[in-house]
Structures are given as C-alpha cells and as structure tokens.
C-alpha cells in the first residue's frame, strides 16, 4: 500500500507561484515509481499535468504545461514536488498526486494508477 498526502495549495494572485509537495508512506522503497499530477475542476474530469520516475528523475509532460510547470522530487523525504510559475485563473482547481509501483508505457494515462492523495485546492484570482 502507499499513502500520499498532498500539500502546498493556496491562493495566489495571477502570474504567481506555488509548490505543492506530494509526500508518499506505507510503501518499502520510493525508488521505482511513477508519481503523477492531476488537477480537476467540479464538473470535469481529472487532467493530467505530467509524471515523474523515481528511479531516474525522468519526468512527462502533458502539452499544456509548456515550461510553467515543473515535477521534482527528494528521495531521502520520499517527496515528489510540482512547482508551478506563471499561474492563471484557468489553473484554480484541486490538485491531486497519484502512485503507481513500477514501469508503465505511458505515465499520462490516469488508468495507470493505482494510488491516490486527497487533494489540495489551488485558487488564482486576477
């Protein structure tokens, strides 16, 4: 089993910035996973943000992010970080951080996952 526990939302003003932080427990070793961003807005469904693998720091993006998002992770604090730049109103929603132990040949697909955190509500207001 892993537990994750999402952090770091906020409000924040356009053109702002926040990191969220994604601490994962409950699983022997952080090392070969995938660790994946969604956000949703009430109504929609979950849109994936991008991934990161623990093994070798790689990391997916969906197009949308185009370099104002960045996925990082700390392994010794078994933290995978999203730090956001540029934020803008389109970006308010909950933010979610998911797990999955081991590969997968696409890490954007939200089926891929196994593990869930609760969320963290991201507001940017104009």
């Known amino acids: 089993q892993m537990r994750l526990v999402e952090s770091g939302g906020g409000s924040v003003e356009v053109g702002g910035s926040l990191r969220l932080s994604c601490t994962a427990s409950?699983?022997?070793?952080?090392?070969?996973?995938?660790i994946g961003w969604f956000r949703q807005v009430p109504g929609k469904g979950r849109e994936v943000i991008g991934a990161?693998?623990?093994?070798?720091?790689?990391?997916y993006y969906s197009d949308f992010v185009k370099g104002r998002f960045t996925i990082s992770q700390n392994n010794p604090a078994n933290t995978v970080y999203l730090q956001m730049n540029g934020l803008k109103p389109e970006d308010t929603a909950m933010y979610y951080c998911?797990?999955?132990?081991?590969?997968?040949?696409?890490?954007?697909?939200?089926?891929?996952?196994?593990?869930w955190g609760q969320g963290t509500q991201v507001t940017v207001s104009s």
């Open positions: 998911a797990g999955r132990v081991g590969p997968v040949e696409n890490p954007l697909l939200e089926s891929v996952y196994k593990f």
């Open positions: 409950g699983n022997t070793y952080f090392i070969g996973q995938y």
């Open positions: 990161i693998w623990t093994g070798d720091d790689s990391t």
